[in-house]
């Protein structure tokens, strides 16, 4: 298994450019979830989403959008990218099939933003 | 707002030494708790989950849990120069608990 794989790894934008950040995971996990951490910061929620079809806010999701048409991907898609973008965006997936209580989170590589 | 602080460090030991990372949480209703180590320039690795009070065991690491004291920590034992990393405690938040909740991380040197 791959885990959970994120593309691309390092992007630069201008401001007010749009791009897609893609992430897959083949562990056929139902949640998946998009943080970005900022310099000695920890991970903020973004997006996430407990199924095909079903994506909720996180703690931050302004300037952000995502979908959810398949169990493996959950791409986040950034419109009219801001300097308050620059971040590294991590994706994430956890399954509760097993017991709900054992909800322990698997990252993917990151995605390295630059805003400028 | 539901809250995890972390002692802010950094924090520095010796080779051998015992490391001691602590964390507190807000939310009472709070029932899975995790510690992720995460390397310079990569993304956070699972290292414990505990569930239940009292003490966890896996290896060099132990995982403490005081739920009435709303307070969980990470000791390491015969700390590594490898172990040098940031760690960050992560709380599933309240009923929903697919959702965790992250401190801002501890950064542990461990000097040869």
């Known amino acids: 298994n791959a885990g959970v794989t994120q593309t691309p790894k390092f992007r630069i934008l201008k401001i007010g450019q749009s791009m897609t950040l893609q992430c897959t995971q083949d562990?056929?996990?139902?949640?998946m979830y998009w943080y970005r951490q900022d310099p000695g910061m920890g991970l903020k929620l973004i997006y996430y989403?407990?199924?095909?079809?079903?994506?909720d806010k996180g703690e931050v999701p302004n300037g952000y959008n995502v979908s959810r048409s398949t169990t493996e991907d959950f791409p986040l898609r950034l419109e009219l990218a801001a300097p308050s973008q620059t971040s590294v965006y991590f994706c994430?997936?956890?399954?509760?099939?097993?017991?709900?209580?054992?909800?322990?989170?698997?990252f993917g590589p990151g995605t390295r933003l630059t805003v400028l | 707002q539901k809250e995890v602080e972390q002692n802010s460090g950094p924090l520095s030991v010796p080779e051998g030494a015992i490391a001691s990372l602590n964390c507190t949480y807000s939310?009472?209703?709070?029932?899975?708790f995790f510690w992720y180590r995460q390397y310079s320039g990569k993304s956070p690795e699972l290292i414990m989950s505990?569930?239940?009070?009292g003490d966890k065991e896996d290896g060099r690491f132990t995982a403490q849990l005081n739920k009435a004291s709303q307070y969980v920590s990470l000791l390491i034992r015969d700390s590594q120069p490898s172990d040098s990393a940031t760690y960050l405690c992560?709380?599933?938040?309240?009923?929903?608990?697919?959702?965790?909740?992250f401190g801002k991380g501890t950064l542990l040197t461990v000097n040869p």
């Open positions: 562990m056929n996990h139902n949640y």
């Open positions: 505990i569930y239940s009070n």
């Open positions: 939310d009472r209703v709070s029932q899975s």
């Open positions: 992560a709380v599933g938040s309240g009923g929903s608990n697919y959702k965790l909740t």
């Open positions: 989403s407990v199924g095909a079809g079903i994506t």
């Open positions: 994430a997936s956890s399954s509760h099939k097993r017991d709900p209580l054992h909800n322990e989170q698997f």
